[in-house]
């Protein structure tokens, strides 16, 4: 079973960067696609990110475009999400997940809270 844990969050000002992580263990990374998604307070979750299997193909959510990367290290069985010029409005608690195709996600990680100060 694919099992998926989060890493990296905490409270940066705003302007400033974060780089979060999701190790993946259970299913090679490179047959599996990784999603990152975020859900504020009394909002919809919302897909940020996503990065295909074969094709490293990556799509971004118009909020966060020029702004997120999204990485994987095949070796380390790590999904990246690069964040910068972060913004109050990005204050989240941030999801990786995990699936046959971007996306449709099966398994999901507990989450890691981003906190952006004004």
């Known amino acids: 079973q694919l099992q998926l844990v989060e890493s990296g969050g905490g409270l940066v000002q705003s302007g400033g960067s974060l780089r979060l992580s999701c190790e993946v263990s259970?299913?090679?990374?490179?047959?599996?696609?990784i999603g990152w998604f975020r859900q504020a307070p009394g909002k919809e979750r919302e897909r940020v990110s996503c990065i295909s299997t074969t094709d490293g193909i990556t799509y971004y959510a118009d909020s966060v475009k020029g702004r997120f990367t999204i990485s994987r290290d095949n070796a380390k069985n790590t999904v990246y999400l690069q964040m910068n010029s972060l913004k109050p409005e990005d204050t989240a608690s941030y999801f990786c997940?995990?699936?046959?195709?971007?996306?449709?996600?099966?398994?999901w990680g507990k989450g890691t809270l981003v906190t952006v100060s004004s």
């Open positions: 259970g299913f090679t990374l490179t047959r599996v696609a």
């Open positions: 997940a995990g699936g046959g195709s971007c996306p449709y996600m099966d398994y």
